[in-house]
């Protein structure tokens, strides 16, 4: 933990809400509050975790990655 009020915390969420309103939220219009949620679920575990690479992790997908270097017995 870093000294209170230092905003490094929260660039990694900030990045990624970024990256969710400029890909999904502002591309679509959603009728009711539970069709927002399950798209932007959807959009988490299918597209952001599925198939959209990173360069942090070496331009690999979250899943790629997690299979890499934490494989399944």
Known sequence: MSRKGNYYDNTFIESFHSVLKKELIYLETFSTRAEAKKRIFEYIACFYNG????????????????RTYHPVA
């Open 51 to 66: 198939k959209r690479i990173h360069s942090s992790i070496g331009y690999f997908t979250p899943n790629q990655y997690e």
